[in-house]
């Protein structure tokens, strides 16, 4: 049985500013009592446009929900133009892999005037020294533009700033602005997608999700280098690889993540590493909680699904510590590692298994390590825990429910426990649980105290997103069909695992089919046909009583 297996990512950098997670904006209150100014190279503000900003904003973008705005406009406190050479950007470090010299950067950018004439502002993004970016507002306007093309840089960190730049004089027209928005910003590798492994004759073909031909290539020297420098990435497609013949050998699955400079291996024979846990969440050494350890399981077969034995699997970890970096499977092509932690954070587990000749093999899970059990004081008012410590120094506790979407934004200005993206929070009131989550998106600002903003979605949004098109059982107790959906469909999303199912389902057999639902969906219908209840608590297990 073929394999294709991506061994370098082409992408090094993809945006949708959906977030602004480690980008900074230049900020200098002790110089203007408003910190969203226009500022020169020598860091000195000009309150010509003291209610410019640069922040992500949801009025207009490219792609859902958000884009990148700058909005830049003179007030009343304004009393002479706008001198060329002000700006405001964010920025950020990105590191340019080994070997490289240059890269391909895409980008959608927008622009829209008020009154008045264009303001003589131009939209600039640069990657270390070299401009990639620098549009003045002689293009269509409120229209997506989009500039795909190569940058000279070097390894290492570079820095990536994205904004606005006055090039002449701004004239000052009371209440006059300007927007201007960024959106899916990427840095790949190049503008070709490399298949290897390929025999004489043979082609690499990309087709998109209506199985319409995109781009192909024939192999030379064993690689098909397929060219996709005119191409928005990342783009969705799947690869087939077809013999002299054009007689399709291989079919992959649709990517939604493919860059130009992604490299594959074909190969007919391969193995397969696939991984579960007995706990998502754990808590560090030492905590009164438990449990303090996960123990993750790694299962290794080949292609044909065949348990593979006596072989030596690698194990690393992002975070905590692992009772051992390798490990041998044992007759059913199992191995198993333990996690531990002595701080709060989130460890990406990973395994590796590699053998001349055929492609690697690897797999991670994730297990989220939590500082201590949340103890919510039952006399209190609205309290916020992220990661089993809790938030001091709310400003805004908001959640927000549509259908059967729930969010929960809080704003807040403790400085003392930070928090970052992807970590568990639960929110309660009066000692009750009201809702639990994971951060997804980030923010910070200066107001006039530093204020970090973020919101996530309730666990129960995982099972939403998980797409099912088509399920049948026939004369099965609901019990058995809600293990069976849990295991084929949410299991292997390793984001929430089975909690408690009502004994009283075994009892209950139904005949259920379903086309194009979602894991949600299916188990609230069977677990109504039983009278039961559907939920995911906070730690991350599903329940259905």
Known sequence: MATLTRQVEGKIYHTKFDDLDSWTLPLHPEYCAEPMCIWDDLNRPEPWGTLSYGDRASDVYYSS?????????????????LPSGRFIHLLRDITIPAGLTSVRMQVRHRWYHHISSP???????TLGTQTFLNQQPTD???????????????PGSQSLVVGIESYNTVLYHYANYNNYWFDELVIARGTTIAVSGLSAGYKAKLYDSSDTLI???????????????????????????????DVVQYTSALYDDLFGGDQFLYATSGSVLTASTNHYIIYRTGASGSPTSATITFTLKDSEG?????????FSTTHGSLSASSGVTDGNGEVSVTLTATAKGLAVVKATYEETGVPRAYQTIEVSVHHDVDSPDPDGDYEVWAQGLRLYDLLVVNIQESGTTCVATVETSDIEHTVESGYDYAIYRKGALIFTGRIEVITKRIDPEEVTKFEGRNFLQTLMWIPISAASYSAQSLKTMIESIILTYVDPLKQVSQGEISPHLDNITATVEETDTTAFDLLQRI???GGASLFVNKDREVNIV
């Open 215 to 245: 781009a192909e290539a024939t192999e030379s020297g064993g690689t098909a280098s397929i060219d996709v420098s005119s191409k928005a990435y990342p783009i969705t497609a799947r690869i087939k690889i077809t013999d002299g013949s």
């Open 65 to 81: 929900p958000y884009a990148l705005k700058f909005h830049v406009q003179s007030t009343y406190y304004a009393t002479t133009n």
């Open 140 to 154: 269509a306007e409120d229209t997506w533009a989009f500039v795909n093309s190569t940058v000279s840089t070097s």
């Open 527 to 529: 677990a109504g046909l």
């Open 306 to 314: 065949t348990p593979r034995a006596g072989k030596t699997v690698e």
């Open 119 to 125: 303001m003589t502002i131009a939209r600039k993004i």
